[in-house]
């Protein structure tokens, strides 16, 4: 199974691998040992939604060195827990909430999902439970952060968008060579960067966040963001894309 998503399918949402423009259905459970079921459908019928529902959500924060710069041996990862309610997928509807006093920023990542329980553990301990890698969208209201509250300013209903689908067969040693990760609002480019900038690779960042809260099957980790961050607007039609990943698409509306 290469790409793993998540479709919304009557009044519930089921698994399913994607291939070219079909939708395989799975029965199972995506942790363990899923098995095609026969039904096949159209992508294109279809809207997806977040890979996985239920999971809690990681930010790593200041996640980027600066292109020909070295990690100075003093840093220590820094990241927070996005305690984030209704994660949208691709093609979601973020709403701007009417309470904030500033702009609302978006910010493109790439995310690894954990796919085994992982306490204290080592780099290559962590390498071994990656179950696979998706696009994410860190929504942020900045004037928080300007405060120090950078976990409410991430955690705000909706604050949350990813997939479209989780890529399972791509390695680490292939993201640290190099991704491009890039973000558009109404199509002009905004964000523009690389994962071998990476700061500490997911391996690393994993074990360092297990060494603190345990991690279990579907923790989703972003593993930060290149800078600068871009203010969006009500209106705004968002795209979010990670090299041999996707893309996620999002469209900014006003709260009701």
Known sequence: ??????????????????????FLVLEGDVFGEPRRNGRSLPRKDLALG?????????????????PGTTRPPE?????????VNSAGGDGAEIVCPSILTGPMQIE??????????????????????????????????????????WAVGKSIDGFASWGPWIRRDLTEERVMEGLAITATVNGVRVQSGNTRYFCFSPSEML???????????????????PPPAA?????????????????LHNHIVAEP
């Open 207 to 225: 074990s360092h966040i297990s060494h603190r809260i345990s991690l279990f099957p579907g923790d989703t980790v972003a593993l930060g963001t």
């Open 75 to 83: 840093r220590q990862p820094l990241w927070l827990p996005k305690a």
């Open 108 to 149: 493109s990542e790439l995310a690894v999902v954990v796919g085994r329980p992982l306490s204290k553990a080592s780099p290559a301990e962590a390498r071994q439970a990656i179950f696979g890698w998706t696009v994410f969208n860190d929504l942020t209201a900045p004037e928080y952060g300007a405060l120090g509250f």
């Open 231 to 247: 203010d969006v607007a009500v209106g705004d039609h968002v795209a979010c894309e990670v090299e041999e990943i996707g893309v």
């Open 1 to 22: 199974m290469k790409l793993l998503a998540r479709a919304v399918l009557g009044d519930g949402c089921r698994f399913g691998e994607v291939a070219g423009d079909r």
């Open 50 to 66: 977040p890979p996985l529902a239920g999971v809690r959500l990681v930010n790593v924060m200041g996640g980027f060195l600066e």
